[in-house]
């Protein structure tokens, strides 16, 4: 007995020599500011070499940390597409060098610009080039400049979607909703899909992401807005509409609606076609057990913690992680330990800690990064442009796997 307590009180020494010589973080002393974690890539982590496991609550009921108390954070802002990728060293393949030029000899006929159906197309498609930058530096301008050529005559009236999509960006100047709303109705007597999709982003970027309650436990699932709109787009078949709402539907846990929408758009899409075979691979994972309701809510916790999809929501991932941990999820109640184990002088929770520890597998006792989620991460296309590209063109300018 006597030996067993001096064994305690060593390790509990040693316990505490290791845990002081965890990083300091430098943090706001006062009220956090909003706060969004980047998206893209996981932030970088500091780990002693041989660290300890958090404070596990169950194995004793004393190491629970008290309820959280969130400052307030921003709620997550109307989805933003990315900025299209450049490609470097396309000029430098004689048959992209070759293609480009028989496309401006078609674009530029006796005739004029977009006074004929060939060159109209011509036009139209050295616009969705120069726009995601396959000949040369990405130049918006001159997207804009092809597109008004391409629509001159009236002769491809799907280039409305190029001035559109440029009004909203601001391809040439500052946005200019007026425009972008001239260029859809144009658009919408001839691609009533696609002008249902581009009048969404108009709309909804001055709409906030929308969430509801499905449970007792206040877990959340994320709407986005002027969602019918946006199913009016994908029932008559827009690509880009389905995998906006098969992304919804991934942040939601709902993978069969997801890979129904991601089905129908990636034919057209290479990046649904891509996270088609991301939701393959998660399926054929191993499993020694059905997923528990405490997994799914974990996992649901770690998407809102990690921003996979949508912005990073900390007050949400905080309730998940709770909910989770209520269900009986260890690694939910690891996480909850080492968010809670440094928070701000007030009492408040360290953003900047809970931002490091993102990414962080507390599925162990030992925690250690989830390289498996990063590999995880849906793709969307760079514009809502990009599918009208002709496939060819699409397979040069995107480093998506299909």
């Known amino acids: 007995m006597v030996a067993t307590s001096l064994l305690i009180a060593c390790v509990s020494v040693q316990a505490a020599a290791r845990a002081a010589t965890l990083p300091e973080i430098q943090a706001p002393t006062a009220r956090v500011p909003d706060v969004q974690a980047p998206s893209g890539q996981a932030p970088a982590v500091s780990l002693p070499r041989n660290p300890l496991p958090p404070a596990d609550p169950v194995a004793n009921p004393s190491q629970r940390a008290a309820d959280p108390q969130l400052g307030p954070v921003r709620a997550p802002a109307s989805p933003a597409l990315p900025e299209a990728r450049q490609t470097s060293n396309l000029l430098a393949d004689p048959a992209v060098r070759r293609d480009l030029d028989l496309l401006r000899r078609q674009a530029q006929p006796r005739s004029g610009f977009g006074s004929t159906n060939a060159a109209a197309n011509a036009a139209w498609t050295l616009g969705l080039i120069d726009l995601h930058g396959g000949a040369g530096p990405r130049s918006t301008a001159s997207a804009q400049m092809w597109f008004e050529r391409a629509t001159r005559f009236g002769r491809q009236p799907l280039a409305n979607a190029g001035l559109a999509w440029c009004a909203l960006d601001g391809c040439a100047g500052p946005p200019d909703t007026s425009a972008a709303r001239q260029a859809i109705n144009k658009l919408r007597a001839h691609h009533r899909a696609r002008a249902l999709y581009l009048e969404w982003v108009l709309e909804s970027r001055a709409q906030p992401l929308a969430v509801r309650s499905s449970d007792p436990q206040g877990v959340t699932s994320l709407r986005l807005p002027l969602r019918q709109m946006l199913e009016r787009a994908a029932a008559e078949g827009d690509t880009q509409a389905h995998i906006e709402l098969g992304l919804e539907a991934i942040v939601n846990g709902d993978l069969r609606s997801a890979r129904q929408h991601l089905q129908a758009a990636a034919p057209h899409s290479r990046a649904a076609a891509a996270n088609l075979k991301l939701l393959d691979l998660k399926d054929a994972r191993p499993a020694s057990a059905a997923a528990t309701e405490a997994d799914r809510l974990l996992e649901r916790a770690q998407r809102a913690h990690r921003g996979v999809v949508v912005p990073a929501n900390y007050a949400e991932a905080m309730r998940l992680y709770q909910a989770a941990a209520a269900q009986g999820s260890a690694a939910a109640k ?63 300018l995107n480093t998506v796997p299909r």
């Open 334 to 396: 690891r996480m909850l330990a080492l968010i809670t184990s440094r928070p701000q002088p007030d009492g408040t929770i360290n953003i900047a800690w809970m931002s490091q520890l993102a990414w962080l597998d507390t599925a162990n006792n030992l925690p250690q990064l989830d390289t498996r989620s990063l590999s995880t991460m849906m793709y969307r296309d760079p514009t809502p442009l990009f599918d009208l590209l002709p496939d060819e063109w699409q397979r040069r």
